[in-house]
């Protein structure tokens, strides 16, 4: 792996996971020292981060970790909803729906308040049936972008046992739809599980001071 894409795969994950939160100064030098790269693999790795939207410049010197609000939330909730619910149409159009059979007894049998990190690797094992079932790379890259932002925003809700298996519930609904063909079912459980995922989220957000 080069450089860069090292300093960008563990930037990366820190952003997402909150060990870099907004706000965070990514100096140069000593972020260089620290990922072990020098400084120009540095730069190319902030500039992917850039342009992914994940930090940006306070100044000509000096790098942040962009924030997240309310705004920016539903924001990419509106184009994730487009993607998706067109995703889950096309999927549940396609020849070969087993993987989908397969993934709904899973989210059926599903205890993510237990086991948080598991259940998220199913999701995102969902979300790459998904993908190959689409065969088109113009969505399929779409959705990785809203995806990147995403796994930031999805940690805000991650603490509520209550949510996350109505989740469990919600995409069994959406693997079942998409295994039987069902492509209007489909696309309205994903509009509905995405409409109760950004409500809990926003109301997880702390509130503004006056």
Request: charged share 25%; no cysteine.
């Amino acid at each position: 792996m080069r450089a860069s894409d090292r300093a960008y795969a563990t930037l990366l994950d820190e952003i997402q996971s909150g060990a870099l939160p907004p706000g965070a100064v990514l100096a140069e030098v000593e972020q260089a020292t620290r990922l072990g790269v020098s400084r120009t693999p540095l730069r190319e790795a902030l500039g992917r981060l850039a342009a992914d939207g994940l930090v940006e410049q306070a100044s000509p010197r000096v790098t942040v970790v962009a924030g997240i609000d309310a705004d920016d939330i539903r924001a990419l909730f509106t184009v994730r909803r487009a993607l998706e619910e067109m995703a889950a149409r096309l999927a549940a159009s396609t020849p070969d729906r087993s993987a989908f059979t397969a993934l709904a007894a899973e989210f059926a049998a599903a205890e993510p308040s237990d086991r948080a990190d598991a259940y998220y690797a199913l999701i995102a094992r969902f979300d790459a049936a998904i993908d190959a079932a689409v065969v088109n790379e113009y969505l399929t890259s779409a959705l990785r972008t809203v995806r990147t932002h995403l796994v930031r925003v999805r940690r805000m809700a991650r603490d509520n046992p209550v949510r996350l298996r109505e989740s469990a519930r919600e995409h069994e609904l959406i693997a079942s739809a998409i295994a039987a063909g069902d492509a209007d079912l489909a696309a309205h459980a994903t509009h509905v599980h995405l409409h109760n995922a950004l409500t809990t989220i926003l109301e997880s957000l702390p509130e503004e001071q006056p």
